[in-house]
């Protein structure tokens, strides 16, 4: 281990709250502030950003509640295995997925490679994790090599996509959320296997009694499960009320369009890996998901990585997905601090945001 990274390790949580002062000593911000991010840069070349969130963990997650997401582009970062040690000085701990949605590999710690879907297609808007009893407040992204074309993350802000959805939209979804039914194949998409990373039926029996997940065994080694989780939260630290979920994501009408021909076959049923639905189960019309889409795209801003950019994203108000790419595309991330939906979901203050 390099010596300034025992050195950090020696002195975890002995951070101070940082002055103004020191702070533009070490960060320049750059002047074309966008909508809910804020991009940093270092003021001279060679600082290390572990020595920038050691200093200034206590600044830095009140710009996040500020607004949403923070990009740190230029600094001196060791890699991806450096995600765990920054992870340290702007979180309390780390965050494991239960239900994985795509494969991943797993670097070292809590960081991961970010998805390894595969790069023809984009991934539509969520919150990560929102679709668990539990999910991370936080995502730290590092980019080790951009794609040769396309592969921004695009994100968007939760709080203006709630606030931008049509009163009848918002009344159908505030008070009971939303239904998710999830297929697992073993030879198509993701096994129940790699999804909750065990390999016997009790284990996932336990965890679906534990997250309020219905399960139901088919023939085959192929199981569904069901479960029905909020739309909306209000976020703990600011109080404001954030559109936060996977009911647009996991939608059938964002399969890719094989899978979606596959539909229309008689086996169809079978095949459908993923669907989202109103808690009552009835289904959601199309000019539904429309208007959904629409309050993403008007909220939304593009990130076009660079090497070397490590991107701070507060998960409860800002939602993020992804462009096509082609070529190599290397990207990482750790998930950081836990929180319930129970700390999040309040009914009644959700209803107030829509008089």
Request: hydrophobic fraction near 40%; proline fraction near 5%.
């Amino acid at each position: 281990m390099h010596e300034w990274k025992k050195r950090f390790s020696r002195t975890a949580g002995a951070a101070t709250a940082a002055t103004a002062d020191t702070w533009k000593d070490l960060v320049l911000h750059v002047g074309d502030e966008r909508p809910f991010m804020s991009t940093f840069t270092p003021v001279k070349s060679g600082t290390r950003l572990a020595e920038v969130f050691r200093r200034h963990c206590a600044h830095i997650n009140a710009l996040l509640d500020e607004r949403g997401a923070l990009l740190f582009r230029g600094f001196e970062v060791g890699g991806a295995r450096e995600l765990e040690l920054l992870g340290q000085w702007v979180g309390h701990g780390a965050c494991e997925s239960r239900e994985e949605t795509s494969p991943r590999s797993h670097i070292a710690g809590n960081v991961y490679t970010a998805t390894e879907y595969p790069g023809r297609y984009p991934i539509a808007f969520h919150n990560e994790c929102s679709y668990q009893k539990t999910m991370p407040a936080k995502l730290l992204f590092y980019c080790g090599q951009p794609s040769h074309t396309g592969g921004a993350t695009l994100l968007a802000d939760g709080r203006a996509v709630w606030r931008a959805l049509p009163e009848p939209v918002k009344a159908s979804f505030a008070g009971h959320g939303y239904r998710l039914m999830r297929t697992y194949h073993p030879n198509f998409g993701m096994s129940w296997r790699q999804a909750f990373g065990v390999n016997d039926r009790a284990s996932v029996e336990a965890m679906a009694l534990s997250d309020g997940i219905s399960l139901e065994w088919k023939s085959n080694d192929v199981l569904t499960t069901t479960q029905t989780r909020p739309c909306v939260g209000i976020h703990p630290r600011t109080g404001k009320a954030s559109w936060i979920n996977h009911l647009y994501f996991f939608h059938h009408s964002n399969l890719p369009e094989h899978a979606r021909q596959a539909l229309l076959t008689d086996a169809g049923a079978d095949l459908l890996v993923n669907d989202t639905c109103h808690a009552d189960g009835t289904p959601i019309a199309l000019d539904t998901l429309a208007a959904i889409g629409q309050a993403y795209e008007a909220n939304t801003l593009s990130v076009e990585w660079q090497a070397g950019d490590v991107l701070l994203v507060d998960n409860l108000c800002v939602a993020h997905g992804r462009t096509p790419y082609e070529g190599v595309r290397t990207l990482y991330f750790a998930q950081l601090d836990r929180v319930e939906w129970a700390q999040l979901h309040n009914s009644l203050l959700v209803q107030e945001e829509h008089p």
